[in-house]
Nanobody, 127 residues
């Protein structure tokens, strides 16, 4: 499994922005590197898990909902070994614990993000 450490969660006012980061241990020169994927899902108290976005190390990304698509941007930096989720125009509905996840291969496309097999401890976002 991949080691994942999230950071950046905080309390912000509605309309504000946050940048979540996830440091990972994925080795860039490994031949399996292009098969890797990472993502974010969130869970609010009393609510079901919700996929937020995923990114493929082979290129490309996918954001789950139209609302998130226009407000959230997922990216991955090979050099820093960090995946980020830039969020803007936050609303109280975005309040949740955000989890960084990772996996590889066909799972990247066939499974929900919250089913990816490596997961961080989560970081709290409160709006």
């Amino acid at each position: 499994h991949v080691q994942l450490v999230e950071s950046g969660g905080a309390s912000v006012q509605a309309g504000g922005s946050l940048r979540l980061s996830c440091a990972h241990s994925i080795v860039s020169h490994n031949y399996e590197y292009s098969r890797r994927c990472m993502g974010w899902f969130r869970q609010a108290p009393g609510k079901e898990r919700e996929d937020v976005a995923r990114i493929f190390f082979s290129g490309g990304s996918r954001t789950t909902s139209n609302s998130m698509k226009v407000r959230f941007t997922i990216s991955q930096d090979n050099a820093d070994k960090t995946m980020t989720l830039q969020m803007r125009d936050l609303t109280p509905e975005d309040t949740a614990t955000y989890y960084c996840v990772a996996d590889e291969g066909v799972v990247c496309l066939t499974r929900r993000v919250d089913e990816y097999r490596s997961r961080g401890q989560g970081t709290q976002v409160t709006v």
